[in-house]
């Protein structure tokens, strides 16, 4: 936690990737088709899904699939990334086997994985060291940086980055060991076979809608953090640096999109200043901490964010908000949540 702790500081985040730039290692890119070909297919039988089978479809198998989309962003944003990666919060077994259901659901890669993927996106933001580096186009940042082999910046600096942590839990360990029998189940049979079971579908329909297109629309969403958010939007909290707070990415990405604040201070469990703002899982932690699932909420006192904007920021900060808005920001960061960094 240390190393991404230290993005939060603008001097070592700038130092860092400043480091990496300087010491980029040799790189020829190189393309691998499986994953091309895969993407291409998963695509096409997306696009039929949405221009054919959506019309044949029983309204709930819709339904389903788009709560289904939601359900697996929910389960990353509020799983590998806010908990595990980050460890905004502590969660209690029973909310830790339900986020490590969800973001199977989500088929992103195991808990660890995506885990330890994120740790170097923010150690090494838009450098080389970076799985998804920005700098290198909206394309690669979306979706080309899962069809080309990693650049050797992120094998040997991601090397280096302590995830030690992440497989001591017991649901980390064993849903990262048993990855591909649970995706399997619970990412493609069960949203298949459930609108068959309930209502009837036809298999093919289900397939198609709740399976594949549901997969597809999923990903465009989290992917749109890594890309559009690291282009488009207002800086705040930090103009020096490339993430963005981005509205359109947080309305889909379920507050995902605050992405300048995130950067700056990544270990806040609401990624957002504001867990009122377009911040739904915010609320669904909230909702989890007051069932006793979820504690130690860690955010960051408004002085120092203040301070933090005052001295990086591009000075819109309080542009946006209106007063009464601020004031209960003010009274909700009264209400004592820990904050232990
Ligand atoms: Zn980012
Ligand atoms: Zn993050």
Redesign the pocket.
């Known amino acids: 936690m240390t190393d991404i702790h230290r993005t939060s500081n603008g001097t070592s985040s700038k130092s860092t990737s400043k480091a990496a730039k300087d010491e980029s290692l040799e790189y020829k890119m190189e393309i691998v088709w499986g994953n091309v070909l895969a993407h291409c297919v998963l695509h096409a039988i997306a696009l039929y899904g949405l221009t054919d089978v959506a019309w044949k479809s029983n309204v709930k198998t819709l339904l389903f699939a788009t709560v289904l989309v939601f359900v697996g962003v929910m389960g990353v944003t509020a799983g590998p990334h806010r908990l595990w990666c980050h460890r905004g919060y502590s969660a209690k077994l029973p909310m830790r086997i339900l986020l490590a259901v969800c973001s199977t659901l989500a088929f992103q890669n195991s808990i660890f994985t995506w885990a330890r993927d994120h740790r170097a996106?923010?150690k090494f933001?838009d450098t080389n060291a970076d799985p998804h580096n920005a700098k290198r186009g909206f394309f690669f940042s979306h979706i080309g940086w899962l069809m080309v082999k990693k650049h050797p910046d992120v094998i040997k600096r991601g090397g280096g980055i302590d995830c030690s942590d992440l497989l001591n839990d017991p649901v980390v360990y064993y849903q990262h060991k048993y990855y591909y029998q649970l995706s399997l189940i619970i990412t493609f049979f069960l949203p298949t076979y459930l609108p068959h079971y309930l209502w009837g579908e036809s298999i093919w329909n289900a397939f198609i809608m709740a399976g594949i297109t549901r997969l597809i629309l999923e990903y465009h969403i989290a992917w749109s953090?890594?890309s559009v958010?690291?282009m488009w939007g207002n800086r705040p909290y930090d103009e020096s640096i490339d993430?963005a707070e981005n509205m359109m990415v947080s309305l889909f990405g379920m507050g995902e999109g605050w992405?300048n604040y995130?950067?700056v201070f990544p270990f806040d469990y609401r990624a957002s200043e504001f867990s009122w703002k377009l911040n739904p899982t915010t609320q669904f932690i909230d909702l989890m901490h007051l069932l006793g699932q979820a504690y130690n909420l860690k955010t960051v006192p408004k002085d120092l964010i203040k301070a933090r904007a005052q001295k990086t920021g591009n000075g819109t900060m309080y542009e946006q908000l209106n007063r009464q808005k601020v004031g209960q920001v003010d009274a909700e960061n009264e209400k004592g949540y820990t904050y232990d960094y």
């Open positions: 996106h923010h933001t953090v890594n958010a690291h993430p992405h995130h950067h």
